[in-house]
Nanobody, 125 residues
Framework: QVQLVESGGRLVQAGGSLRLSCAASGRTFSSYSMGWFRQAPGKEREFLASINWSGSSTNYADSVKGRFTISRDNAKNTVYLQMNSLKPEDTAVYYC??????????????????WGQGTQVTVSS
């Protein structure tokens, strides 16, 4: 199983940008596809983006398509989420997750095996 630690969350003004990082340790990072999810207060956790093991395929939720970009660096065992044009409604705890479906870009939470502890992103208006 892989261990995941997110970082990069902070307070940012609306319209700003932020890059989240998720560092992995344990099993071989490139054996996993990776995903980003978020959970806002009082709401269910939702899928944002996913990337296959090589980075050649990505998948995005409609709500963030064109604003968020997922990428990975297998040499650094890290997956990133670049977030642009942030809105107050992007305020949430952001989680990364690892799936053993390494060739896929799964959106469903139940297909992920390991989760990080989350990082808080707050967007002020």
């Amino acid at each position: 199983q892989v261990q995941l630690v997110e970082s990069g969350g902070r307070l940012v003004q609306a319209g700003g940008s932020l890059r989240l990082s998720c560092a992995a340790s344990g099993r071989t990072f490139s054996s996993y596809s990776m995903g980003w999810f978020r959970q806002a207060p009082g709401k269910e956790r939702e899928f944002l983006a996913s990337i296959n093991w090589s980075g050649s395929s990505t998948n995005y939720a409609d709500s963030v398509k064109g604003r968020f970009t997922i990428s990975r660096d297998n040499a650094k065992n890290t997956v990133y989420l670049q977030m642009n044009s942030l809105k107050p409604e992007d305020t949430a705890v952001y989680y990364c997750a690892a799936s053993r479906l390494q060739f896929e870009t799964p959106p469903a939470q139940q297909l992920y095996d390991s989760w990080g502890q989350g990082t808080q992103v707050t967007v002020s208006s």
